[in-house]
């Protein structure tokens, strides 16, 4: 269905050249728009930090602030990147051209113009705006109601197991058996562990999306022999597994390969993994954990396999994305929603990706693809 542009539609022109300006206003203006005028940059984003704009029409010589770095600034504010910008200058050196494209602008017009196909683009890039935007609001609404659902519950759950616990161990102290009293600090602990997990994960994903992590991939990475790291993470999980009843094996199929990684990064990737893998395989009787490391081409493959209730490929981007979890209402047990958007973050950081697949008789093997370090 075609989308109507309403007569309200805001333009913002950029130019220091009076005459320039005043034409666009009065062409714009005849064609229902709001203009908004600035003869630089940086007046620039004064008026788009206090008026709502549709599209931006921007000279690219001008002082102060030229157009490369308005549309710079533009695109690396959050609320402002979905504003389309179209460059408008009396250069038509295709090199000129070719820069305005390469660096993102949405169209390059060069003057003299044609009102009719100025008029055009500016109604295609006021619908695609407003598109732009609705789905900016609609995706932050998801968010939001994410945030709002495991806030709700997320910190609820174990709230109430701690503060039950301790308001029993207050009213009942001294009338309390051992094994009773016991009972009710093991179950407070594990509520403090609970929240001490999610609020560690929040926390994580906030230096993940500031670029600390990427930082620190930058400065301490290093090469990794992959079957050492293997070795080493998997005898440090072994003691803890079997507690819960789990075995776990590490199958070296890559000979003598390297990876260059930020080790923490990794082993964080492969401990949310298993965890994953011994929460989903606790109702199956098969409780054994299997990671196989192997070459593929240039590139290293780790899998994590298990035999628990398997996971719909389909549903995997539900699952990466925050807070985001599958078929919820039936695994209460799956804790904040963050783990796999953090292990696929630490993964991209370290140049790899996570894969998903289900096994055949059931379970899911979990693939970390880690580029080869040439030697």
């Known amino acids: 269905m075609e989308q109507i542009v309403s007569e309200n539609g805001s333009v913002l022109v950029v130019d220091d050249n009076p005459l320039i300006v005043n034409v666009l206003k009065s062409l714009l203006g005849s064609a229902g728009y709001q203009v908004f005028t600035s003869t630089n940059g940086e007046e620039a984003l004064d008026c788009l930090g206090q008026k709502s704009v549709d599209v931006i029409i921007c000279d690219v010589m001008m002082p102060r602030m030229d157009g490369y770095e308005l549309h710079h600034k533009v695109r690396d504010k959050s609320e402002l990147s979905h504003i389309p910008f179209l460059f408008l200058t009396a250069l038509s050196d295709n090199l000129e051209v070719h820069r305005g494209k390469e660096i993102g602008a949405d169209d390059y017009l060069v003057k003299p113009f044609d009102p009719h196909a100025l008029l055009a683009v500016v109604r295609g890039k006021v ?3 407003r598109n732009l935007k609705t789905l900016s609001e609609e995706k932050y609404d998801s968010y939001r109601k994410k945030v709002i659902h495991t806030l709700s519950h997320e910190f609820r759950t174990p709230l109430v197991a701690i503060n039950t616990g ?42 993940i999306e500031a670029g600390i992590a990427a930082k620190l991939f930058a400065t301490r990475a290093c090469p990794r022999a992959v079957a050492e790291m293997l070795t080493q993470f998997v005898e440090g999980k072994s003691a803890g597994l079997a507690e819960e009843g789990f075995s776990i094996e590490f199958n070296n199929l890559c000979r003598e390969a390297e990876v260059m990684v930020y080790e923490p990064h990794i082993h964080d990737i492969l401990s949310r993994l298993v965890s994953n893998a011994v929460k989903f395989s606790a109702t199956s009787p098969t409780h054994h954990i299997e990671i196989c490391a192997y070459m593929q081409e240039q590139e290293v493959v780790i899998e994590v396999r298990d035999r628990g209730i398997g996971i719909d490929p389909a549903k995997v981007r539900q699952a990466i994305d925050v807070f985001g979890q599958i078929d919820r209402e039936k695994l209460e047990q799956q804790g904040g929603g963050l783990g796999l958007a953090i292990a696929s ?31």
């Open 345 to 375: 973050r630490y993964a991209a950081i370290n140049k790899g990706r996570l894969e998903f697949e289900s096994r055949s008789g059931g379970g899911t093997t979990v693939s970390l693809t880690l580029p080869v370090r040439q030697k």
């Open 166 to 207: 301790t308001e029993l161990l207050l009213e009942q102290q001294g009338r309390l058996d051992g094994q009773k009293m016991l009972g009710l600090l093991e179950a407070i602990r594990r509520g403090g562990q609970r929240l001490e997990r999610l609020v560690n994960d929040f926390m994580l994903m906030q230096q």
């Open 127 to 129: 619908a695609r705006s």
